[in-house]
């Protein structure tokens, strides 16, 4: 307390000899401007901070939606030709020894009509071909094909090309083709189940079609992207020259020797790897600089608006305050003037601006000053009479309960159970009911206030209305209005006829949801006419308690939560109603609105 004090002495004794003006321009330049200038240039720093780890975060993400839709596709020509190089019959056909060339027709045939339309479902397939050496089976230059030896395929001799595949480990292999980088080859071995080899299905993929869309212009042309297979072979590349070569000659050598899954930074240059299943990995090498030069300019941008309207505002206050001071002034005089009891003082107004509507205000103000201020001895004299009134408020509820002790005493003198249970009943019902010093309360008490007013009309009713409760726990400590929940089970009783329904039954629920309360009765009464409920759901409905009693919780409801509180009724004529209330989640006793709900 004695610091504050003496650093507003201090202030005080320091700007006592400026004017308005310059304190108003010191205070601003103390509180707007430094201030400003500082947090432009701590959150410009801040955001490059944050841009960068979005930016990874962004660029692992893409390289994995990548990597996903790269294995899709991959998956899609693998099953191709898994599928061609596993059909039994095929592997039949090209393992049996033929005596007559009808029967290589029909196999000829077989081969068109089972695969020749198959090979047409992908896009980017530029060649088809099943190779076989079966000597007795003849080359039909369609789908059927002997590895020669004067034919090239993907820039190799036919047979050596056939040759090089039989004696690869690998039943499926990717490689790129010689004689075009931006070709792709896919082969797979024919086997029958022990193992023995009658052929290779060979697929030739335009690399462009197949890949391409992946590959175009990566990260807005601030990066590359590679497919390297397990043997550290490029497949594909957003650099056309790096295609078909090895890692070790590649501008992704210096990077690989990271370890998998971490994102090293080398001379701006960020490697971020994804495997994918059938061993190949999507590599994305990304130049972090091009990413945030953007943001370095919109960081440039705001701080030179900043600087820019900042000098500005400056400028204009200088202006202004001319202007407003000396009206400020003239106010002033004309308020010592109201001071004194002047009432008739008045300021004369030429501009329309805020001052001018406070002119404008001063001057209904100076006239209607006299009636207020006798308006508040009024007041005063009311607020006088509604203490007494309270008073005598209290009085009433004290009567009441003293009474009720004393029958239960005479009734537990007569072992009158059913009495003391009434009696209690009712205490409890009244303890909530009388308390005109509470509006609002917690949903424990306001059910215990239902509960005793449903245990009276059960000790009225015995074994004609079925009441079912269902209450989640963790509601119970939460606030709402008093007296929402009593008056519609009233009206299931007085309104509803629920107690001369056969099988009759209430079912009252509240539940929590993610940010409000809601309260449900049911019953199966006998419902409320279509032209009445419409009334009482628009509120217009007052010609009974029912309608007045459902608009009076409307009306609270909008008093202490606004457009949160809602109040929703539905009804079918003798079958049942069901009145819905939904509150948001209050852990503090709530207030009245004074905006739309007050």
């Given at each position: 307390?004695?610091?504050r004090?003496?650093?507003?002495?201090w202030?005080?004794?320091?700007?006592?000899?400026?004017?308005?003006?310059?304190?108003?321009?010191?205070?601003?330049?103390?509180?707007?401007?430094?201030?400003?200038?500082?947090?432009?240039?701590?959150?410009?720093?801040?955001?490059?901070?944050?841009?960068?780890?979005?930016?990874?975060?962004?660029?692992?993400?893409?390289?994995?939606?990548?990597?996903?839709?790269?294995?899709?596709?991959?998956?899609?020509?693998?099953?191709?030709?898994?599928?061609?190089a596993?059909?039994?019959?095929?592997?039949?056909?090209l393992?049996?020894?033929?005596?007559?060339?009808?029967?290589?027709?029909?196999?000829?045939?077989?081969?068109?009509?089972?695969?020749?339309?198959?090979?047409k479902?992908?896009?980017?397939?530029?060649?088809?071909?099943?190779?076989?050496?079966?000597?007795t089976?003849?080359?039909?230059?369609?789908?059927?094909?002997?590895?020669?030896?004067?034919?090239?395929l993907?820039?190799?001799?036919?047979?050596?090309?056939?040759?090089?595949?039989?004696?690869?480990?690998?039943?499926?292999?990717?490689?790129?083709?010689?004689?075009?980088?931006?070709?792709?080859?896919?082969?797979?071995?024919?086997?029958?189940?022990?193992?023995?080899?009658?052929?290779?299905?060979?697929?030739?993929?335009?690399?462009?079609?197949?890949?391409?869309?992946?590959?175009?212009?990566?990260?807005?042309?601030?990066?590359?992207?590679?497919?390297?297979?397990?043997?550290?072979?490029?497949?594909?590349?957003?650099?056309?020259?790096?295609?078909?070569?090895?890692?070790?000659?590649?501008?992704?050598?210096?990077?690989w020797?990271?370890?998998?899954?971490?994102?090293?930074?080398?001379?701006?240059?960020?490697?971020?790897?994804?495997?994918?299943?059938?061993?190949w990995?999507?590599?994305?090498l990304?130049?972090?600089?091009?990413?945030?030069?953007?943001?370095?300019?919109?960081?440039?941008?705001?701080?030179?608006?900043?600087?820019?309207?900042l000098?500005?505002?400056t400028?204009?206050?200088?202006?202004?305050?001319?202007?407003?001071?000396?009206?400020?002034?003239?106010?002033?005089?004309?308020?010592?003037?109201?001071?004194?009891?002047?009432?008739?003082?008045?300021?004369?107004?030429?501009d329309?601006?805020?001052?001018?509507?406070?002119?404008?205000?001063?001057?209904?103000?100076?006239?209607?000053?006299?009636?207020?201020?006798?308006?508040?001895?009024?007041?005063?004299?009311?607020?006088?009479?509604?203490?007494?009134?309270?008073?005598?408020?209290?009085?009433?509820?004290?009567?009441?309960?003293?009474?009720?002790?004393?029958?239960?005493?005479?009734?537990?003198?007569?072992?009158?159970?059913?009495?003391?249970?009434?009696?209690?009943?009712?205490?409890?019902?009244?303890?909530?009911?009388?308390?005109?010093?509470?509006?609002?309360?917690?949903?424990?008490?306001?059910?215990?206030?239902?509960?005793?007013?449903?245990?009276?009309?059960?000790?009225?009713?015995?074994?004609?209305?079925?009441?079912?409760?269902?209450?989640?726990?963790?509601?119970?400590?939460?606030?709402?209005?008093?007296?929402?929940?009593?008056?519609?089970?009233?009206?299931?009783?007085?309104?509803?006829?629920?107690?001369?329904?056969?099988?009759?039954?209430?079912?009252?629920?509240?539940?929590k949801?993610?940010?409000?309360?809601?309260?449900?009765?049911?019953?199966?009464?006998?419902?409320?006419?279509?032209?009445?409920?419409?009334?009482?759901?628009?509120?217009?409905?007052?010609?009974?308690?029912n309608?007045?009693?459902?608009?009076?919780?409307?009306?609270?409801?909008?008093?202490?939560?606004?457009?949160?509180?809602?109040?929703?009724?539905?009804?079918?004529?003798?079958?049942?109603?069901?009145v819905?209330?939904?509150?948001?989640?209050?852990?503090?006793?709530?207030?009245?609105?004074?905006?739309?709900?007050?």
């Open positions: 307390m004695r610091l004090q003496r650093l507003e002495q202030i005080i004794r320091m700007t006592r000899s400026m004017s308005m003006r310059k304190k108003i321009v010191l205070f601003y330049g103390v509180i707007v401007f430094l201030p400003t200038v500082l947090l432009a240039i701590g959150a410009g720093y801040m955001t490059l901070h944050i841009v960068r780890g979005n930016y990874m975060l962004t660029i692992k993400e893409a390289v994995r939606q990548s990597a996903q839709s790269i294995e899709f596709r991959k998956q899609s020509y693998d099953l191709l030709a898994t599928r061609t596993t059909d039994g019959e095929l592997v039949s056909r393992s049996r020894d033929y005596q007559d060339i009808s029967e290589q027709y029909a196999t000829v045939q077989y081969v068109d009509r089972a695969f020749l339309f198959t090979s479902y992908l896009p980017g397939i530029e060649n088809f071909r099943i190779y076989h050496t079966n000597d089976l003849v080359q039909d230059g369609g789908l059927l094909w002997k590895p020669g030896k004067q034919r090239t993907s820039g190799l001799i036919e047979q050596d090309w056939y040759e090089g595949r039989l004696r690869s480990p690998d039943n499926l292999a990717w490689t790129n083709a010689l004689d075009d980088k931006t070709r792709l080859v896919v082969s797979h071995k024919i086997l029958n189940p022990y193992g023995d080899v009658y052929g290779i299905v060979y697929l030739r993929l335009n690399y462009n079609e197949v890949f391409a869309e992946s590959f175009d212009h990566p990260f807005d042309g601030a990066g590359e992207m590679f497919i390297v297979d397990s043997d550290e072979q490029i497949i594909a590349s957003s650099e056309s020259n790096e295609i078909g070569s090895r890692l070790s000659e590649s501008s992704l050598s210096e990077y020797s990271s370890p998998e899954g971490t994102a090293v930074t080398v001379d701006g240059m960020v490697l971020i790897r994804q495997k994918i299943k059938s061993g990995t999507v590599a994305a990304v130049h972090l600089d091009r990413l945030e030069e953007q943001s370095k300019r919109i960081f440039y941008y705001i701080v030179g608006g900043i600087a820019f309207f000098l500005l505002s400028f204009l206050i200088m202006v202004v305050l001319k202007n407003v001071i000396w009206r400020i002034r003239k106010l002033g005089t004309r308020m010592m003037d109201i001071s004194e009891g002047y009432f008739e003082a008045t300021v004369r107004n030429r329309s601006d805020e001052l001018g509507e406070l002119e404008v205000l001063f001057n209904s103000m100076s006239g209607r000053l006299r009636k207020l201020v006798e308006e508040h001895a009024e007041v005063i004299l009311k607020e006088r009479e509604q203490s007494f009134k309270a008073l005598q408020a209290q009085i009433n509820p004290h009567f009441i309960y003293n009474s009720l002790s004393l029958i239960r005493w005479r009734a537990m003198d007569v072992k009158d159970e059913i009495q003391i249970r009434t009696i209690d009943a009712l205490t409890t019902f009244y303890r909530l009911a009388l308390n005109n010093r509470v509006n609002v309360t917690r949903i424990r008490d306001e059910l215990e206030h239902l509960k005793a007013y449903v245990e009276i009309q059960q000790l009225r009713y015995p074994d004609q209305v079925l009441v079912e409760w269902q209450v989640e726990a963790d509601v119970l400590d939460l606030y709402t209005i008093k007296l929402i929940l009593q008056p519609i089970v009233e009206n299931c009783y007085l309104h509803g006829g629920i107690t001369t329904r056969k099988g009759a039954f209430i079912q009252i629920m509240i539940s949801t993610e940010d409000a309360i809601q309260f449900q009765i049911f019953d199966n009464g006998k419902g409320i006419e279509r032209e009445k409920l419409e009334l009482i759901k628009t509120g217009s409905y007052i010609g009974t308690k309608g007045f009693g459902m608009n009076n919780i409307r009306d609270r409801l909008a008093l202490y939560f606004g457009q949160e509180g809602r109040f929703e009724i539905d009804s079918m004529e003798n079958e049942w109603t069901a819905t209330i939904h509150i948001p989640i209050c852990k503090e006793a709530p207030e009245i609105k004074k905006g739309d709900g007050a």
